[in-house]
């Protein structure tokens, strides 16, 4: 089982929507849950980091973290046109700096 | 303003052949990390350093390598291309005290004929 699992997508969904994405992982041990959001032929970037269970709200954005259940997922209110991209889970063991990614989803926005 | 660059940003060349990226970042980042990026894999990690003179193997480390001689600068060897290591190809940086948040570059697109 692969540490950490991604819904692949893809997903399109019109302009003001609510859009779920979801990671789950494997090993408990775990410390930070970050969402990275890739632009087409760009590097990714951090959107959110969080390390505590519940929600971590930063404008149109939410993280949240189930660490009972092992899953975090990204809550993303009234899309747009700009959010169209993909979005890419990664998870952190304590006292590592290592990243483990999730394949990402990829997510388009329509008019 | 402090940035990470990689070069080139397109690279054609022929099995067997020797490839060197270059990657390059002004933060003065002690950590820094070698990816791909492959359709239906996601980002895999290469090789990483902490520090200059220490590099470690990451998941898909065969067929690459890396030394760190100064802070700012991973560069990343194919020490003989094969057409599977036909990628896309990204630096990135953190601090240590930060290590959650990574700064990618631009990616490097290889592709091995």
């Known amino acids: 089982q692969k540490e950490v699992e991604q819904d692949p997508g893809p997903l399109s969904v019109p302009e003001g929507a609510i859009v779920s994405l979801n990671c789950t992982y494997s090993n408990s041990a775990f410390q930070y849950f970050m969402w990275y959001r890739q632009y087409s032929r760009k590097g990714p970037e951090l959107l959110m980091y969080t390390y505590s269970s519940g929600n971590k709200e930063d404008g149109r954005f939410t993280a949240q973290l189930n660490r009972a259940s092992q899953y975090i997922s990204l809550l993303i209110r009234d899309s747009k046109l700009s959010d169209s991209a993909t979005y890419l889970c990664?998870?952190?063991?304590?006292?590592?700096?290592?990243?483990?990614f999730g394949k990402g989803t990829k997510l388009s926005v329509i008019p | 303003d402090a940035e990470i660059t990689q070069s080139p940003r397109h690279k054609i060349t022929e099995t067997g052949r020797q490839v060197t990226l270059a990657c390059h970042q002004t933060w003065n980042h002690n950590n820094m990390f070698w990816y791909r990026q492959d359709l239906g894999h996601g980002l895999r990690l290469i090789h990483y350093s902490y520090g200059v003179h220490d590099t470690n193997k990451g998941e898909v480390s065969d067929g690459y390598s890396v030394s760190r001689s100064n802070t700012e600068d991973l560069p990343l060897t194919l020490e003989s291309a094969a057409s599977s290591q036909t990628s896309v190809y990204f630096c990135?940086?953190?601090?240590?005290?930060?290590?959650?948040?990574?700064?990618f570059g631009p990616g490097t697109r290889l592709l091995v004929l």
């Open positions: 990135a940086s953190s601090e240590s005290d930060r290590a959650e948040t990574q700064y």
């Open positions: 990664a998870i952190q063991g304590a006292g590592s700096y290592q990243l483990t």
